[in-house]
Each structure stands twice: as C-alpha cells, then as structure tokens.
C-alpha cells in the first residue's frame, strides 16, 4: 500500500521525484497516527523550503504537527485542496492529498532518505 | 515512568482496536474509529464511554451535610436525597481543587465523584479538613466501574434491558436497580451536552454490562466514544475541564461558574476571598472565541490585543458540530466584550479571533424544565 515509487523518512514524510520537482506529503502510517486532519497550513508559492527544517502544520483534532523539507528549495505549487479538505490527507494521502511541490536546489539529501522496503521495516519495528 | 492503571473494561477496549494514551496516569482510549465520527454519534444517536478512571469518594457520618457544605462553593443544603449537585470545591485562596459531583443517598452519606487524574489530591485534601467533624471519608473509587451512555437515543436503548422506569429518573437525579440483571446506580448526568446516563457498576460487572449495551444498541449505531470527543463534546458544550479552564489559580467566577457559588452561605472554604473579588469585581473572564484567519487556538496559546497578553487559550479545536475553528479563552475582564476582535498567538504569529458567545452547542430537545434542569440552563446562559 505505500507506493515503490516514493522515499520515506523517520517522520513519515514522503518525497516523490520528478526529475528536480520534489512533492512532499505525508505518509499513510502518518495520518493514521493522527487521526482526522482538520487543519493544514502550507507556505505560499514562491517561498523557500529548508531541507530538514518545518515548512507547515498538519493538526488533527487533538495534536498539532510539524511536516519538514526533504529537500532545500523553491516551492512551485502547493496543493490548496488540502487547506479547503484537509481529510483528503486521510483518505488519499499518497494521491489527492499530497501537500507542496518543490524545486529542488540539491537532490543529495534524497540518498539518505529509505525506499519503501526500508521504511516498512522500520514500521514492523515501531509496532515491536 | 510509573506503570499506567487500567480500568476494568481495558480488554474491551483492545478488542474493539482503541487508540490508547496516558490520560492523568490512566491508559485510556482516546478514539475507536475516529473522533470526529464518534463525536457525530453521540450528537446524532448514542455513545457509550468508560469513565471508570473517575474517583469517587464517600463521606459519612453525622456530621456529612455540614462537613460537604464547608467544603464546597454550591448549597448541598436543600438538595434532596437521590439527587445531585454540581459544585467547585475551593482552596481558601479561592482557586479550584477541582470540580465535582455531590450525590446524595441522605443527610449522612454522600456519594463525591472526582477527576481521575485529581482524584489523589481531592482525597488527601478532603481528608485533611474532616479535623472537627463527625465524618468517615474513604476512598472507594476501586469499587466502581462507570460506563457513561450519552446521546440523543439513550434512555431508548438502555429501557430494553432494565425494569426501571428510565423516564423517570430526572436531570441530576439518581436510582438504584438493575440493568441486565447487574445492580447498579443510575444517574442522569453526563459531560457532552447531550441527554443520558452515567452507571456506576462493580469493576467485576462492567464487562458485561459493556457489551449488553453495545449488543442491544447497536442497531441504532451505538458505538463505543474515546476521550478524544468526549472533550470536544464537552467543549461544544461548555462544560469546563480541570487543568484547561480551571486550576488552582483560577477562582470559579473567573471561569464563569458564579451560579454554583453560594456566597449567602455560612461559611465555605475559600469564600473570603471570593467575596473580595465578587465586591471589587472579577479580574479575568472566560469568553468564547471563533477563529477569523486560518488556524485553531490551542489551549495555553496567548492571546493578544494591540500586541499586548491580555490572556490565554484555556482550550480550542476544531468544532464538528459547527465545522468551524473555536475556543474558549480567559482575558481580562475588562476586554470581554462580545464581537472584539484580539490575536491568538500560534507559533509567534498573530491570527484573528472575534468574541463570540461560548455556549457553542445547547442541545434541542432539553428535557421538560425541572428545578436543576433551569439551574443548569442558567449557568449556560449566564457566561458571556
């Protein structure tokens, strides 16, 4: 169910590669964690994302959480359907309910990040 | 890190895939489906909760009546056996020990029903002023079980599986009888701003009488409610929460529960000082926010007027009955007045706020007016 396709981090951030456009969301484990998603804040187009640094929120009824940059950059869209509908993050996490599209200065810190093997590894290891 | 109590239906809880968390020393499940469906439930139908981290403490003896009305701000008084009574109990410094139920069986024995995660230092502290009375207090919060069914279809599920007559048992009353066969106490009371019952059940009962509920309701959609919308019906619903609008350096007029502070009484713990603040006028006050900008205040967010604290979020959310973004907050006095408009600092950045009536949700079909039932509806009304 997490797509092949993608790179996944330890907070359960994903980066989709299309040539040097990055789009950031956030994985299934991670919405399923935070329950019903009413509230995104996302940076405008234009703005400047911070690999490893918070670029927006994603609160759920009860928690409020920070989603970071997997890459430095600029960001070229930003998906405003999940500011209007934020449970597409529920939903669709990996499809309608992605989050930002970044240009990315610098693809190096994208190796570091793990495929979806890896990752669901480490998922197998939370659950112990 | 201390190992976290369970109550006695936490299998129950596993088996229908709970969400669990640390609630006051608790493992307690915060959801089942999802909170936003489960907060619908209980607006729409029925919800069952176990509430059986709350404490409940049992006074006894001649001295019971006098010994409670020292105690607490309310008049234990005039409230008559079988029923209930809502009352902050006070630190002479006017602050809130904690907020409470008084139930009474008679002039001798009272039934106190406490905060789970307040319900040690409610204990330490009842005890300590029992000095000159003639009273027996004991701790039996280990004897009860408590299963709260809350929700518009309540009284028509639960009277499949008990003799009672459930219509009978009035807002802030109780009874004894059995439900499923199960002997119980059965009151009408609740904390999401919905109509029904709380049932106080030995922990070797409550299993099955769990799953009876769940079993005779479930083709209504009865479902089983975590902590996580039973806070956000009680907040809908104003009905204030220890360590968000209340706390030992908040008085009861401050949070807006003056109608449950007797100042005509004798003598009450904490009274001087109220007096002083009711005569001179309260400093802060609990007002009702609704979110103009992008954002939801959460609680101890500040909040800010022309750049200056003027006070803070004491709890806020995402409203699911009203789809919008809401809080309650306390603010200086002063600057409570409905349709101003002041900051709520998220994050450091400032996002508008107007002040709105805090009553956000009063449910539609209130039961038939009866003494406590105005009272109630009197507090809910009389905060701005």
Request: net charge negative; charged share 25%.
């Amino acid at each position: 169910m997490n797509p092949v396709d993608l790179k996944y981090n330890k907070e359960h951030e994903y980066a989709k590669v299309e040539g040097n456009i990055i789009t950031f969301g956030i994985t299934d484990h991670a919405q399923k964690s935070l329950g019903d998603v009413v509230f995104v804040e996302l940076p405008d187009v234009g703005a400047t994302v911070t690999v490893g640094k918070s670029y927006g929120t994603v609160e759920s009824v009860k928690a409020v959480s920070d989603i970071s940059a997997s890459v430095s950059g600029k960001v070229v869209e930003v998906n405003t359907s999940v500011m209007d509908t934020p449970d597409l993050l529920n939903s669709d996490p990996y499809g309608e309910g992605w989050l930002i599209k970044v240009e990315a200065e610098d693809l190096a810190p994208l190796e570091s990040m793990m495929s979806v093997e890896e990752y669901e590894t480490l998922l197998a290891q939370e659950e112990h | 890190m201390n190992e976290l109590k369970r109550t006695p239906l936490y299998e129950e809880h596993l088996a229908n895939k709970a969400k669990l968390i640390d609630f006051g020393g608790w493992e307690m499940p915060v959801q089942y489906v999802g909170v936003i469906d489960e907060h619908h439930a209980v607006r729409t139908k029925a919800g069952l909760f176990d509430v059986s981290h709350m404490g409940e403490i049992e006074v006894r003896g001649q001295d019971a009546l006098e010994f409670i009305q020292m105690l607490i701000t309310n008049d234990v008084s005039k409230l008559e056996d079988g029923r209930i009574l809502y009352s902050p109990m006070c630190y002479p410094s006017g602050g809130i020990v904690d907020d409470l139920l008084v139930y009474r069986y008679n002039s001798q024995r009272f039934l106190i029903v406490v905060n789970a995660s307040n319900a040690d230092k409610d204990y330490a502290w009842i005890l300590k002023q029992t000095d000159s009375f003639n009273v027996n207090v004991e701790n039996v919060s280990d004897q009860y079980a408590q299963l709260a069914l809350q929700g518009p279809l309540a009284e028509t599920v639960l009277q499949r599986i008990t003799e009672l007559n459930l219509s009978q048992i009035k807002y802030y009353s109780f009874t004894h009888g059995n439900i499923d066969g199960i002997s119980c106490l059965i009151s009408r009371t609740g904390y999401t701003g919905e109509d029904g019952f709380e049932i106080y059940v030995t922990p070797d009962h409550s299993r099955q009488l769990w799953r009876k509920i769940l079993e005779v309701g479930a083709l209504e959609g009865v479902q089983p409610i975590g902590l996580g919308a039973r806070d956000t019906l009680r907040f809908e619903a104003r009905l204030p929460l220890y360590g968000n609008e209340l706390g030992a350096e908040i008085s009861p007029l401050e949070a807006g529960l003056g109608i449950f502070v007797k100042l005509d009484k004798v003598n009450f713990i904490g009274k001087e000082v109220i007096l002083a603040q009711k005569e001179q006028g309260v400093p802060r006050k609990l007002v009702g926010l609704e979110m103009i900008e992008r954002g939801i205040a959460r609680s101890h967010y500040p909040l800010q007027k022309d750049g200056q604290e003027i006070g803070f979020v004491t709890s806020g959310s995402f409203s699911p009955t009203l789809n919008k973004n809401i809080a309650l907050g306390l603010i200086k006095a002063d600057l409570a007045i409905q349709g101003q408009i002041l900051d709520v600092m998220i994050r450091g950045k400032a996002v508008k706020a107007r002040i709105v009536p805090s009553l956000f949700y009063k449910r539609e079909d209130q039961l038939k007016p009866k003494e406590s039932s105005v009272v109630a509806d009197k507090v809910l009304s009389s905060i701005a």
